[in-house]
């Protein structure tokens, strides 16, 4: 079975630390993802990655910055934390861009 | 830009009934792929069921399966029998195929509640 794997379930961050939200596949899927989760907006991409070192923004960038050094781990860095990134950030894998995506159990992050 | 709707943010059933969701998209693509993804209370998104535009025949995973209408850009999820264990946030997403779009774009999702 596939098995994506966030760093930590639960988050308390104060307002300006900077956050580091990791993700680890275990499948070598060349894609992987970064959603932010809010009650009443769904699942809102903030960026992808379809290869080591590549990057794309998705709808919602701003405030956000990722890494992806190695094929199995995707970082996604909250570089200054505001109150407004209060949120369920739920990382994601895939082989294709087609294919289903692997989720991890999220992250449930609060900024004070 | 695609969009997905779902109009039901909540829906309940009766446990060993059947019950509908419905999602609508908006695409000018001709091919492209729809999924359901189910989201228990706490625990892990997984993929119910996955349809391919091209393919005519409605998708089915058990007791799940889709009315897929490709004119009406529609897109509903029947869950028969429905168990305690159906309670969950449902989404309905797209995704084009091919090109460089490797977005899936999802509904605001349905809450679902199973009452025994």
């Known amino acids: 079975d596939v098995k994506v794997t966030q760093s930590s379930r639960y988050l308390v961050k104060r307002t300006g630390e900077k956050v580091f939200l990791e993700c680890v596949q275990d499948m070598d899927h060349e894609n992987m993802f970064w959603y932010r989760q809010d009650p009443g907006l769904g699942l809102r991409l903030i960026y992808f990655s379809y290869d080591v070192k590549m990057k794309e923004k998705g709808d919602i960038p701003e405030g956000y910055s990722v890494s992806r050094e190695k094929k199995e781990r995707f970082s996604l860095i909250l570089e200054s934390a505001s109150t407004n990134q209060t949120s369920m950030y739920l990382c994601?894998?895939?082989?294709?861009?087609?294919?289903?995506?692997?989720f991890g159990p999220g992250t449930r992050l609060t900024v004070l | 830009a695609q969009t997905v709707t779902q109009s039901q943010p909540e829906m309940s059933v009766q446990e060993a009934e059947t019950v509908t969701l419905s999602c609508t998209y908006d695409t000018s693509e001709s091919d492209y792929y729809l999924f359901w993804y189910k989201q228990p209370p706490s625990r892990q998104m997984i993929l119910v069921i996955r349809q391919e535009a091209y393919k005519q025949q409605n998708a089915t995973e058990n007791r799940f399966s889709v009315n897929f209408q490709k004119a009406a850009k529609s897109f509903s999820l029947k869950i028969s029998d429905s168990q305690l264990g159906d309670a969950a946030m449902y989404f309905c997403a797209y995704n084009p195929r091919g090109g460089s779009n490797y977005k899936l774009t999802f509904g605001k999702g349905t809450l679902l509640t199973v009452n025994p």
């Open positions: 994601a894998s895939c082989i294709t861009s087609t294919d289903t995506q692997y």
